[in-house]
């Protein structure tokens, strides 16, 4: 099963890590998206179950995810905010923000060149969480292909963007993994 069938079908399954609760970051996410994400119009890409959409306005917020398996249960949760089914090909719609919440270490290399320009399309900032470094790479499902956060900026920075912030924050649930502890990068482009 390739990587795009594998979301619509089991996707739903490995959206966040069952250990660890609705945040198993350990720390209050949404405000911190809500103030990094600052713009009249956001659409995240890879919204899943919605579990970021409160921390957007529902008239200022499209969650946009390829499963309509997931899109049902964000809605049931969110009842205000708008979701999209994406097919591939499709352009996003219009946004001041894009985020992206640990969605691109599930594009396989040969396809995240070509995901990330449509992403820099009819936007002005691009908000990227990610679990960086390639020690964190694994075969299996989901499959997942973590990146350092310099193949970022030379990806956006071939699309006419540049990073404007850096951040790191812990994520808790994997702070005894065997690799070592993680976080989460936070990393912020905007178009030149």
């Not at 619509?8 to 720390?27: L, Q, R, S």
């Not at 405000?31 to 713009?39: A, F, P, Q």
């Not at 850096?166 to 976080?183: D, F, Q």
């Amino acid at each position: 099963m390739d990587t795009t069938e594998f979301w619509k079908k089991e996707g739903e399954k490995h959206i966040k890590p069952t250990i660890g609760g609705e945040f198993p970051e350990g720390w209050d996410v949404l405000s911190y998206l809500t103030k990094l994400c600052d713009g009249k119009s956001i659409t995240e890409i890879g919204c899943g179950i919605g579990r970021l959409s409160p921390a957007f306005h529902p008239e200022h917020y499209i969650g946009i995810d390829i499963s309509s398996k997931v899109l049902e249960i964000a809605e049931s949760k969110n009842k205000n905010h708008k979701y999209i089914l994406h097919n591939q090909g499709d352009s996003y719609p219009n946004a001041d923000v894009r985020l992206v919440y640990t969605v691109l270490l599930h594009i396989d290399d040969d396809c995240i060149s070509d995901f990330i320009e449509n992403l820099c399309k009819n936007t002005e900032r691009v908000v990227v969480a990610e679990i960086m470094e390639r020690k964190w790479r694994r075969p299996g499902n989901p499959p997942v292909f973590n990146r350092e956060a310099e193949e970022y900026n030379t990806l956006f920075e071939k699309c006419g963007f540049e990073k404007d912030y850096l951040n790191e924050k812990p994520y808790e649930r994997y702070k005894t993994h065997a690799l070592g502890p993680t976080s989460i990068t936070f990393l912020r482009f905007k178009k030149k």
